[in-house]
């Protein structure tokens, strides 16, 4: 299973959606200025990756990028896209989440970190509300002084279309 899906969302309120093309110009932009604001440039790996990214809603292995990336730019080589995701990682632009037995998958981060859950029958993960596990990381703070990242890692259980009639 080289891709992760994305669970079903419902749409937002809003105009007509930005073509495909539109959204990622407009991601490669964003991105380029955070770039430029921290003394860094938009390499050609990394416009690859968030192409990709921008293209893709859902959640994607790293190989599943690797491999979107190749049909882009074969040029770009593979420890370069784990590179980017890294980088991008860290600029706050991408999102990984750790799911089921060591996989990661990554996503843009378009309106902040959320929480994910993984279904372990489909293989679907779900983006949930940000604030979901806020009440839990605030027990953990206190009762144990524990700061919990709960963007990182997918909570695991069976979606409603997986789980038996």
Do not use: K
Not at 106 to 130: I, K, N, S
Not at 148 to 160: E, N, P, Q, R, Y
């Amino acid at each position: 299973m080289a891709d992760l899906w994305h669970g079903d969302a419902a749409a937002p309120e809003a105009g007509p959606a930005p073509g495909p093309g539109d959204d990622v110009a407009v991601t490669i932009d964003e991105v380029a200025a955070m770039l430029r604001a921290r003394g860094e440039r938009m390499t050609g790996p990394r416009r690859a990756v968030l192409t990709v990214l921008a293209e893709h809603p859902g959640h994607l292995s790293a190989d599943a990028v690797v491999s979107r990336v190749a049909a882009h730019d074969p040029t770009v080589h593979r420890a370069s896209v784990y590179r980017t995701l890294d980088a991008l990682s860290s600029l706050g632009v991408v999102q990984h989440v750790h799911v089921g037995h060591g996989l990661t998958a990554y996503h843009l981060v378009r309106d902040g970190r959320h929480v994910h859950a993984h279904c372990r029958a489909c293989g679907t993960v779900h983006d949930l509300p940000p604030d979901l596990l806020d009440d839990v990381a605030s027990t953990l703070a206190i009762r144990h002084g524990f700061v919990l990242d709960a963007g990182h890692v997918a909570l695991s259980g069976v979606c409603t279309n997986c789980q038996p009639r």
